[in-house]
């Protein structure tokens, strides 16, 4: 599958804005993978295709993930915003007969992060931050962290993540705390 097969793929499930979205989100990808000698084209692709359930109507959302087999925890099922990363993955699967599974995880845990994330899945968790057009308040600070390493990106990522959630009172999903753990503790290790 090209890139130009992707785009083709995602453009017309998208909006505009969603669209120039991940478009933005490879382009990031790419510079990423390049500065730690990842391979650019998948982790393109996977820009490209990450959001690609994000505009598909809820119910439609759960269809696919029901169909491959995925059982909503009680806060997978309370947070409909994770609901796109899980149907996205379960699509790529099933619909596009895509097998290449660190794209398919990488699709999976975009929203979330988990542990023993693969360079590629941590590639695409921090491109989705500071893609080109985000400009929420902190964007600044993991831009900053990125400049550092894949890894303080991630952590930045997940700590704002998680201290938004907790202030908006939000529940949290499992993952997205072992992530933090996981690549907290596997960072302090190397120091
Ligand atoms: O799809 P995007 O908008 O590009 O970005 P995304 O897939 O990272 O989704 C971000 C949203 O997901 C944001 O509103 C926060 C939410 N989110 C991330 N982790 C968690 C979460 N929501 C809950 N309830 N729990 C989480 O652990
Ligand atoms: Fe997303
Ligand atoms: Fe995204």
Redesign the pocket.
């Known amino acids: 599958m090209t890139l130009s097969d992707c785009e083709n793929i995602i453009r017309p499930l998208l909006s505009e804005r969603?669209y120039q979205?991940c478009v933005n989100?490879a382009r990031e990808a790419k510079a990423l993978a390049e500065r730690c000698g990842a391979d650019t084209q998948e982790a393109q692709k996977a820009g490209l295709l990450?959001?690609i359930m994000?505009e598909a109507p809820p119910d439609e959302q759960l269809k696919i993930m029901e169909a491959s087999g995925i059982i909503l925890t009680n806060?997978e099922r309370?947070?409909p915003?994770?609901w796109?990363?899980m149907a996205g993955a379960a699509y790529l699967e099933r619909e596009l007969h895509i097998a290449d599974r660190d794209l398919l995880n990488a699709v999976r845990y975009?929203?979330?992060?988990r542990a023993g994330m693969s360079v590629l899945e941590k590639i695409i968790?921090v491109a989705?931050?500071i893609?080109a057009e985000r400009d929420y308040d902190g964007v600044e600070g993991i831009r900053a962290a990125a400049q550092k390493g894949l890894e303080s990106a991630v952590i930045a990522g997940l700590a704002f993540?998680?201290a938004?959630?907790a202030q908006a009172r939000?529940?949290?999903?499992?993952?997205?705390?072992s992530a933090y753990n996981d690549v907290l503790l596997s960072q302090n290790r190397q120091q």
């Open positions: 969603r979205h989100v990450h959001d994000k806060v309370g947070a915003k994770l796109h990363a975009h929203t979330t992060g968790f989705d931050f893609s993540t998680l938004d959630l939000k529940p949290i999903h499992p993952d997205t705390f």
